[in-house]
């Protein structure tokens, strides 16, 4: 993950997306972060802001922020960009020059963020390259919490998502934790027993893939500290966050597109984004 786009929007929120990736970057030899800001002339229009000041000002703010970055991180570097349109449109284009994109958590930020998708799932759902949403209460203590978490999904949408995550406890020097988190609607339950007599089937199936999952990771990374588990809970939203509240780092695949994932696993990382805790990284399928 050479190169990092980082929106930055002079929010606390964009603060501290740009804080995570200053981090990782400086931990990475050769990495640079190009911060992004994305301005809407039309809209300044419309709340009577001239465009001409409203760039002027953001022109200034970056050139502060990446002379602070140059002075505080100097083996990182820094590059500024301003383009004007549609925030998610404007970011998924510039994502095609970078290998990382990182946002900061709208959540709750708004009715229309919640209901209209946050920011971040609606980038990483067009982006072919892995989405970082860093909570909007992440700071640089927070990096001392340790091991990578991720989420697999019940086909091979998981795939590349597993393979980030190797990546990165490696390169972090972290440990990984495979989760299958899995959960029968309660409308379903009494028919799936009454039919097949109760759902350790599904259980057991869904440890069997983790634990395939392991031990391929474990033959390739000898060295890397490595589990899985298969846990049932109330919802795979509810399982994952339990699960990586004390995690350096969450991975999810992007949805799987199956009928039967559609209805149990669908919305699983639009529910995370909207309830972050922990920076997650969304990785599209290869």
Do not use: Y
Not at 182 to 202: C, Y
Request: glycine content about 10%; hydrophobic content about 45%.
């Amino acid at each position: 993950m050479a190169s990092i786009l980082v929106g930055v929007d002079g929010s606390e929120r964009g603060r501290r997306a740009l804080d995570w990736a200053v981090a990782r970057a400086a931990e990475r030899t050769g990495a640079s972060l190009m911060l992004l800001a994305v301005v809407n002339s039309a809209e300044a229009k419309k709340l009577g802001a001239e465009a001409e000041m409203v760039h002027t000002t953001v022109e200034a703010a970056l050139r502060e922020k990446k002379e602070t970055l140059a002075a505080e991180h100097s083996g990182v570097a820094v590059e500024t960009k301003i383009v004007d349109g549609p925030t998610v449109e404007s970011i998924v284009e510039e994502a095609v020059n970078h290998d990382m994109v990182v946002l900061g958590s709208h959540h709750g930020a708004s009715i229309t963020e919640t209901f209209g998708g946050a920011t971040g799932l609606r980038v990483s759902v067009q982006v072919k390259i892995p989405t970082v949403v860093v909570p909007c209460d992440w700071d640089v203590t927070c990096a001392g919490k340790s091991g990578i978490v991720v989420g697999v999904g019940p086909d091979n949408v998981s795939d590349a998502a597993v393979a980030f995550g190797v990546g990165e406890a490696i390169d972090s020097a972290q440990s990984l934790d495979l989760v299958s988190a899995w959960g029968i609607p309660a409308w379903m339950s009494r028919p799936a027993e009454s039919m097949g007599g109760g759902l350790e089937e599904v259980g057991r199936q869904r440890q069997a893939e983790v634990d395939e999952f392991v031990a391929r990771i474990k033959t390739a990374n000898p060295a890397l500290e490595v589990t899985g588990r298969s846990i049932e809970g109330p919802s795979p939203t509810r399982v994952l966050l339990d699960a990586s509240k004390d995690a350096q780092l969450l991975v999810l695949g992007t949805h799987s597109r199956a009928a039967l994932g559609r209805a149990l696993f669908g919305s699983v990382t639009h529910s995370m984004l909207l309830n972050l805790a922990t920076p997650t990284v969304v990785v599209p399928k290869a």
